[in-house]
T-cell receptor, first 112, second 118 residues
Framework: NAGVTQTPKFQVLKTGQSMTLQCAQDMNHNSMYWYRQDPGMGLRLIYYSASEGTTDKGEVPNGYNVSRLNKREFSLRLESAAPSQTSVYFC???????????FGPGTRLTVL | AQKITQTQPGMFVQEKEAVTLDCTYDTSDQSYGLFWYKQPSSGEMIFLIYQGSYDEQNATEGRYSLNFQKARKSANLVISASQLGDSAMYFCAMREGALNTGGFKTIFGAGTRLFVKA
């Protein structure tokens, strides 16, 4: 039981490049989330998916797209990376009773 | 307006002593949930404890307890018998209203960094 996994762990991009961050969970959770964490700040919600087949914008969606590939997988895509997207990205999934979120290990992304 | 406020950017505690990390929240919802997460220097987010707004008893999980004062809108984390491994960033979070397509919105505070001294 791996919980929530994310790939890659680290990534360096040049401005304008694209990439996809992968996330998978094996806890059979319906809801999945993508957050970013910037220095000195808490987590901010980028996109979420309440169930397979649905996605919606969070607090800071600009410059990102997501795909809920199936119940297990939720990917985040940067189409044209910008230095302002330098951050640590966390994927999370949650269970229904309390909606407690369980996080992946994070992806540290640097955009030059 | 800030919904989750953690007023202590950094805290020091002596090993084996208890420490309280403050958290106040703002919501007009009747049904909400409060969480604490730990983020060690390795970077992962670890769930510690949960308190529901209708729970009458304060939540406890091992050395962690949540001091829930609903009227004051505070949800302080108490760590008893601090250990060196407790040195980390601690985030308070609140789950409130439903999101557009289902699920709930969870908002995180800016965090408190705890240093445990030997």
């Amino acid at each position: 039981n791996a919980g929530v996994t994310q790939t890659p762990k680290f990534q360096v991009l040049k401005t304008g490049q694209s990439m996809t961050l992968q996330c998978a969970q094996d806890m059979n959770h319906n809801s999945m989330y993508w957050y970013r964490q910037d220095p000195g700040m808490g987590l901010r919600l980028i996109y979420y998916s309440a169930s397979e087949g649905t996605t919606d914008k969070g607090e800071v969606p600009n410059g990102y797209n997501v795909s809920r590939l199936n119940k297990r997988e939720f990917s985040l895509r940067l189409e044209s990376a910008a230095p302002s997207q330098t951050s640590v990205y966390f994927c999370a999934s949650s269970e229904g009773t309390t909606d407690t979120q369980y996080f992946g290990p994070g992806t540290r992304l640097t955009v030059l | 307006a800030q919904k989750i406020t953690q007023t202590q950017p950094g805290m020091f505690v002596q090993e084996k002593e208890a420490v309280t990390l403050d958290c106040t929240y703002d919501t007009s919802d009747q049904s909400y949930g409060l969480f604490w997460y730990k983020q060690p220097s390795s970077g992962e987010m670890i769930f510690l404890i949960y308190q529901g707004s209708y729970d009458e008893q304060n939540a406890t999980e091992g050395r962690y307890s949540l001091n829930f004062q609903k009227a004051r809108k505070s949800a302080n984390l108490v760590i008893s018998a601090s250990q060196l491994g407790d040195s980390a960033m601690y985030f308070c979070a609140m789950r409130e209203g439903a999101l557009n397509t289902g699920g709930f919105k969870t908002i995180f505070g800016a965090g408190t960094r705890l240093f445990v001294k030997a």
